[in-house]
């Protein structure tokens, strides 16, 4: 496997002309699919399978047994009769799928997956936080740590959050974690006046309405989606506001020919898959300037899956009190 590792090394780091480039190419195809026929082998050996983002790069995509947003996957890992789960995503993510099924084993193949948005909320500090809540139900976006779990009434995602807000009592005294942005869109389409801990996703926060403006300038029939992690500013010149599942299922139904996406870029490889007739444009970052990857999301590699199902590590373990305590508020949100 060295010899994949510097071809993927090459492929992925350097800039070459572009007949260097398709050599390249055709030779990162062969340790390509040399690789997903071991993953393969290795997954029925161990009755394993793959839970995958959308925002995961396509080829780790294209050999999930599932691919989906985070409540979909979080549902997969809670019903699945697979020994082994890996899963191409990021941290929290893995370690709700523990929570879920703490008999299995849950790998991930780059423990350096983390998340900004989890991170944006310690524990500790949303402990402290809290104590000047103390009558409020306390709702956690799915993107925080098992830790913040605990100190949770409900879990939600984007997929389900407005409908569990819906549900409780229109007097209910809430906080809501990590995401201020989320918070905000919820508090606007609710009308509640829920108290918000400040933290946000660098990948979403950072896109502006400007560069949207950009794009429409150039594709004036292009429909705006954006997903709810988005700043209230990038919001309101949405079209359509939703999860990555609630977006795609969108492009799917809707009759538009062209769509300015307002999340990362993963997502528009389903999208274009599931709509070959129709544009995509991605909104940059403005930033970076280039196309708005999550970092993280991508760390996921053919080759770290082989090497995670060949050494059953790295493995997510958490201690059973933890995972007792975590589990109580994400069983909250599948009774909704
Ligand atoms: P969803 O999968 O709920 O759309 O969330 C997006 C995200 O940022 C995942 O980390
Ligand atoms: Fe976390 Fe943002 Fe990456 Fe999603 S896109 S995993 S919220 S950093």
Not at 278 to 289: D, G, R
Not at 296 to 315: D, G, H, R, W
Request: proline content about 4%; charged content about 25%.
């Amino acid at each position: 496997m060295r010899g994949a590792k510097v071809y993927f090394f090459l492929y992925e780091k350097i800039f070459l002309c572009k007949i260097l480039r398709n050599i390249l190419y055709k030779i990162f195809l062969i340790f390509a699919r040399m690789l997903i026929n071991q993953i393969s082998k290795l997954k029925k050996a161990k009755n394993a399978i793959i839970l995958a983002h959308y925002y995961t790069l396509p080829e780790v995509q294209d050999i999930a047994d599932f691919v989906g947003d985070s409540l979909v996957l979080s549902k997969q890992a809670a019903v699945t009769q697979a020994d082994i789960i890996l899963f191409a995503g990021v941290h929290f993510m893995a370690e709700t799928a523990k929570i879920l099924s703490p008999q299995k084993k849950i790998l991930i193949p780059d423990l350096n997956a983390g998340c900004s948005l989890a991170d944006s909320c310690p524990a500790e500090e949303l402990e402290k936080f809290l104590k000047n809540y103390p009558e409020h139900k306390v709702l956690s976006y799915i993107n925080c740590s098992a830790k913040v779990k605990t100190l949770s009434d409900i879990i939600v995602t984007s997929g389900n959050a407005l409908k569990i807000v819906n549900a409780l009592p229109k007097d209910e005294k809430i906080v809501f974690t990590p995401d201020r942005n989320l918070g905000a869109y919820i508090n606007k389409e609710t009308g509640r006046e829920m108290a918000l801990w400040n933290g946000a996703c660098h990948v979403h926060d950072q896109l502006t309405a400007e560069e949207i403006y950009k794009l429409k300038a150039t594709y004036p029939k292009a429909k705006v989606l954006a997903h709810p992690e988005c700043k209230a500013t990038v919001l309101e010149v949405a079209d359509f506001i939703g999860s990555t599942a609630a977006m795609l299922q969108f492009t799917k139904n809707d009759d538009a020919i062209a769509y300015i996406v307002a999340t990362e870029t993963g997502i528009l490889y389903e999208m274009q898959k599931q709509n070959p007739t129709k544009q995509f444009y991605v909104v940059n970052n403005p930033i970076t300037c280039s196309c708005n990857n999550c970092e993280y999301m991508k760390l996921n590699t053919l080759e770290k899956i082989y090497n995670a199902l060949q050494t059953e590590s790295p493995e997510i373990i958490l201690e059973d009190e933890l995972i007792k305590k975590a589990v109580y508020p994400i069983q909250k949100m599948f009774d909704y």
